[in-house]
C-alpha cells in the first residue's frame, strides 16, 4: 500500500495567546499534497489565526508548527491593503507579482479563465471576477499550496459555486494542497477532503460525505449544480463567552473547555443537510 504523502503544512496541539487570551488553542491540523481542507467557524473563531499559524506568518506559543522546506504557497488573503481608487488593469496588477514568469503568468490566466478580462479596471471587477484574478496571481507562483482565506465573499449563489468548482480542478491539475477558510458554517465544497470546525479550538472535524439532494436544493441551484454543493452541519456543545469563560450544555460556566469539548462524537458529525437555504440551524 502507498504511504500517505508527509503534509505541506502540519499544527499539533498549537495555540496562540494575545492580551492575556488564547486565540487559538490545541489545535491539529494537516494538509497533504493534492488535499483540500477546509476551516469553517463563526466570526472571530480564529480560523485566519490558525492559517497564519500554518503559514509561520504567527509563531505558536503553543505546540509545533511545521513546514516542509522549500514549501511554495500562493496566498489570498481576507483582506488586500491595495488603494482601489487608483486606475490598475488586471493585466498590471498581475504584473505586480514579484520573481514570476511570464509564462506562468499566462498559464494562470487561461487556468483561471479571465482572458477577456485583461484590460479591465480591477475596481469595476464583479466579486466572482476579482476572486478569479486573485486566484490566477495566487497559482501564478506554481504553489504547493494554496491557502485562500474567503475565496467566495462578496459572490453570488452561482459564481459560489462555479469557484469552488475552480478550485477543485485547479487542485487536481497542479496537484496542490488546499486551506480554504469559509465563514459559511453551512456549505462547503464538495470536493472538500475534510472539514475543520474551529471554535477557538477544533470543535469537530470529518468528511463532509453528503452532497445535498432535497428538492429545496435543487431548486435553489438547479440540476447542473447538484454535484457541486456539499454540507457539513453540526452544533457547538459549549459558548465561548466574549469574557472568554465557556458557558456549556448544561449551563455550568468555567473558565476554559472542558477536556472532551474538542470531539463532537455520534451522530452530528459528517451529517448531510437537507436544507438547501442552509437557514434554521444557526
Ligand atoms: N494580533 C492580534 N491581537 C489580538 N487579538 C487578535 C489578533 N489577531 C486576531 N485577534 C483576535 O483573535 C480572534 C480570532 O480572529 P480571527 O481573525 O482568526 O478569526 P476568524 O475566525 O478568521 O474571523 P472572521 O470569520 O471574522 O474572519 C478574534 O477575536 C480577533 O479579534
Redesign the pocket.
Known amino acids: 500500500m502507498l504511504k500517505p504523502a508527509e503534509p505541506l503544512v502540519s499544527l499539533d496541539n498549537a495555540g496562540i495567546r ?2 492575556g ?1 488564547w ?2 488553542r490545541g489545535v491539529d491540523l494537516s494538509v497533504r499534497p493534492g488535499e483540500i481542507v477546509t ?1 469553517i ?12 499559524l500554518a503559514l509561520g506568518i ?1 509563531k505558536p506559543d503553543h505546540g509545533i508548527a511545521r513546514r516542509r522546506d522549500g514549501l511554495r504557497v500562493g496566498y489570498v488573503p ?1 483582506k488586500l491593503s491595495v488603494d482601489w481608487t487608483l486606475p490598475l488593469s488586471v493585466e498590471r496588477f498581475l504584473r505586480l507579482i514579484a520573481r514570476v514568469a511570464r509564462d506562468d503568468i499566462e498559464a494562470a490566466v487561461a487556468r483561471t479563465g479571465i482572458g477577456h478580462l485583461r484590460r479591465a479596471e480591477v475596481r469595476n471587477l464583479s466579486g466572482g471576477e476579482f476572486q478569479r484574478v486573485m486566484l490566477a496571481r495566487a497559482i501564478a507562483r506554481r504553489p504547493d499550496l494554496l491557502v485562500l ?2 475565496p467566495v465573499q462578496g459572490v453570488d449563489f452561482s459564481s459560489e459555486i462555479a469557484l469552488y468548482e475552480l478550485i477543485g480542478r485547479l487542485r487536481d491539475e497542479l496537484r496542490c494542497g488546499v486551506l480554504l ?1 469559509s ?1 459559511d458554517l453551512h456549505v462547503v465544497m464538495a470536493a472538500t477532503d475534510r472539514v475543520i470546525c ?1 471554535n ?1 479550538h477544533v470543535c469537530c472535524e470529518g468528511t463532509p460525505t453528503a452532497v445535498a439532494s432535497s428538492d429545496a436544493y435543487k431548486q435553489l441551484f438547479g440540476a447542473r449544480d447538484g454535484p457541486a454543493l456539499a454540507v457539513y452541519e453540526h452544533q457547538h456543545d459549549h459558548t465561548h463567552l466574549p469574557d472568554g469563560r465557556v458557558r456549556h450544555a448544561d449551563g455550568t460556566i468555567t473558565d476554559h473547555c472542558h477536556p472532551g469539548d474538542g470531539q463532537h462524537q455520534g451522530e452530528d458529525r459528517d451529517r448531510g443537510r437537507h436544507d438547501a437555504t442552509g437557514a434554521g440551524d444557526a
Open positions: 494575545r492580551d487570551r486565540l487559538v476551516l467557524g463563526p466570526n472571530g473563531s480564529g480560523k485566519s489565526t490558525t492559517a497564519k504567527l481576507q482565506d474567503e477558510i465563514h474551529l477557538g
